[in-house]
């Protein structure tokens, strides 16, 4: 350990390194297991950065992650902290933005001289460039950065750390330095749960063919015996996080004055949130007294965090939660169950990844309370094999790989910019870095294909952008769709119910079998008659040109919800009109809202549409869909 020149603060030693390099004027990327300690080189560069009137942007992957770091570095760092991310706007000429990496990609492709003033960006959990849905915004958000910007990375473990920081230092002509730590503060220990038995041998694993079924109960036992809580419990399904909570009411972690202190705590959260009439609030009670809880998407943002306070209290003895819980969120625990091995990737099942196993795992072990975590993994032998669980726990970390996929949006900012020489651009990216002659020859022929498609639909006339392309430009994920909506006036003629409606549509993502529901208004059938003319056009020239994946088709699922909210109908009476969950539901409206502020930014929407939308968001967003009000209530 090394003492820190400025401060009080004990550096390790890939701490001190990478503190140096930056007290040097070098951009970072460090790579270091979950739990090491990479928060406290970012909390470096905010503190000097205030001393010295520089500025900084912090990106994080999910808003959950944004808003936590939000409380946390306004607990250190007050009023200079501030926070943008769509739905949530506090002090935004704060010092320090924290915001998400969409938000900055867009800043950086909208609105470039609105990043002037910042001298460093730090990427939170950088590895997320290979996340197939969203690491295309972090790849963008590279190639594209400010030559006045220094950049430092945070990533858990990965093996191609040098070839990605080379990357970087080829696009931007100028160094970055690599910091890896292998080493753990907290060493794990793993043990193993097969035929109702637990051992810590992986080669044990191997005289197991078929058997008993895994009880819950021997696990919990033998951990509390073992002493081994507070445990988070990771699953891969929300009901079944709830459904094992559930299976353990027979059980009390908590002493009288402990289930004194917890009761008091959640009553005062709940108090505060607003949360006494929740259903979930009110099923969860019970379990919070025993000191369980479960903690997952479906539930409404407010009681997650009400659980999550909880937990650091450390008065919660075991949580079942899903994998998000582990991205970031600064929540140890003595010991991390994994209820599966396998886990749902995109399209279908499969065995979990190193990487992402030791995003959760490392939730195991507190650094200055534990001499070691303790990771307990259930096997069941007929879904996976030996090999594949000795692959998952002792093989490399998979390599970070592009997952590039530029936007109808991004390839009109950049032909503003650029026009033909927009192709000169992809040379400069991580997947061109990476891939053969065969994939960079598809990527450039993609890249093409969308602008020929732009082309052929008017969104660009004549070397310049339309009054259409403009308006696109602005609506990242939904460019087609909206802007051929607008260009038909349809947009312009639609009152706050209809704009609310739209926005809902094209954010929503059905879940499997999930139904539409009975009952669609004449106006909303009217509106999705429209959209659906327009995706047929669309999905049939995208099919032509081989442009892929398709544009995202408009889901109606939300529209008799929508339609109630808008009309005033309280949240727990509007939530009979979708089979969403409830925190789904939260999540979808304040996307909507996001999508109305895109539309809105947009420079050829007519006033009378602005006003429009205006208070369209002004109606959403109240009560339990208003973001900003949780972050300052809480």
């Known amino acids: 350990m090394v003492l820190h020149y400025n401060t009080p603060m004990q550096y390790d030693r890939f701490q001190q390194e990478a503190i140096d390099f930056i007290n040097q004027g070098y951009s970072v990327i460090v790579s270091a297991p979950t739990g090491a300690g990479k928060t406290a080189i970012a909390e470096h560069i905010i503190d000097t950065s205030i001393q010295n009137n520089r500025c900084v942007i912090y990106t994080a992957p999910i808003k959950a992650l944004s808003n936590q770091k939000y409380r946390d570095f306004q607990a250190q760092f007050g009023n200079n902290i501030g926070i943008l991310t769509g739905d949530v706007s506090i002090n935004p000429d704060a010092a320090v933005l924290i915001m998400t990496t969409e938000i900055f990609r867009n800043k950086i492709l909208d609105e470039p001289e609105s990043l002037n003033k910042y001298s460093w960006v730090i990427f939170d959990e950088i590895h997320y460039i290979d996340n197939p849905e969203r690491g295309t915004v972090w790849e963008e958000s590279l190639i594209f950065l400010p030559k006045h910007m220094n ?36 060493p794990l220990h793993f043990f193993f749960q097969a035929r109702n038995e637990i051992f810590d041998k992986l080669e044990s694993l191997k005289r197991f063919r078929e058997g008993r079924f895994n009880k819950i109960s021997t696990l919990i036992n033998y951990i509390r015996q073992k002493e081994g809580l507070p445990a988070i419990y990771f699953v891969f399904g929300r009901r079944r996080a709830e459904e094992l909570a559930s299976e353990l009411t027979s059980y009390n972690f908590l002493n009288g004055k402990e289930k004194e202190q917890i009761t008091n705590l959640f009553n005062g959260l709940v108090e505060r949130f607003d949360l006494k009439t929740d259903r979930t609030t009110m099923e969860m009670y019970p379990l919070i ?11 409404l943002p407010t009681l997650k965090e009400v659980v999550e306070r909880l937990f650091t209290s450390r008065l919660l003895k075991v949580i079942f939660t899903t994998e998000t819980f582990a991205l970031g969120i600064n929540m140890p625990s003595r010991s991390v169950m994994f209820d599966d091995l396998r886990k ?4 279908y099942v499969r065995t979990l990844k190193t990487r992402d196993f030791y995003q959760m795992a490392g939730r195991a072990g507190r650094r200055g309370m534990d001499t070691e975590g303790f990771v307990y993994c259930r096997v069941n032998l007929h879904r996976i094999s030996y090999d594949e669980v000795k692959r998952i726990i002792y093989g490399n970390p998979e ?32 997947h061109y870095f990476q891939s053969r002659k065969n994939e960079q020859k598809e990527a450039l022929r993609l890249i093409e ?28 994920g939904y460019e087609l769709i909206l802007a051929e909506l607008y260009e038909a006036n349809v947009l312009e003629q639609l009152d706050e119910f209809g704009l609310g409606i739209i926005a809902s549509a094209v954010v929503f993502e059905p879940r499997k079998n999930q139904k539409m529901p009975l009952g669609l208004s004449k106006n909303t059938k009217s509106i999705k008659r429209a959209c659906e003319e327009v995706f047929d056009t669309i999905k049939h020239k995208e099919e032509r040109y081989r442009i892929y994946p398709f544009s995202k088709i408009p889901y109606f699922h939300l529209s008799v919800a929508m339609e109630a909210w808008l009309r005033g109908t309280a949240f727990d009476k509007m939530l009979r009109f979708s089979d969403t969950d409830e925190g789904e539901m939260v999540r979808y409206f304040r996307m909507s809202i996001q999508i109305l502020r895109e539309i809105n930014k947009a420079k050829v929407a007519s006033p009378i549409l602005k006003d429009k939308i205006k208070e369209t968001v ?17």
């Open 344 to 347: 749902f990737y995109g399209r």
């Open 618 to 634: 002004r109606v959403i967003n109240r009560d339990i869909i208003d973001a900003e009000k949780q972050l300052r209530e809480g």
């Open 151 to 186: 950049i430092l990375g945070l990533s858990a473990t990965i093996p191609n750390i040098k070839q990605f920081a080379q990357w970087i230092e080829s696009t931007h002509n100028k160094p970055v330095k690599v910091i890896i730590e292998d080493k753990r503060p907290v």
């Open 399 to 430: 390599e970070v790989r592009s997952q590039l996929n530029t936007s109808y949006a991004t390839i009109l900012n950049l032909y503003e910019k650029y026009k033909e020489d927009l192709f000169k651009i992809y040379p400069l990216s991580l």
């Open 289 to 299: 007294q025993r000191g369980i809880a479960y903690h997952h998407a479906g539930m």
């Open 449 to 476: 294909a969308k602008l020929k498609l732009l082309k052929e639909m008017n969104y660009i006339c004549n070397g310049e952008l339309t009054k259409k392309g403009q308006f696109a430009k602005s609506v990242y």
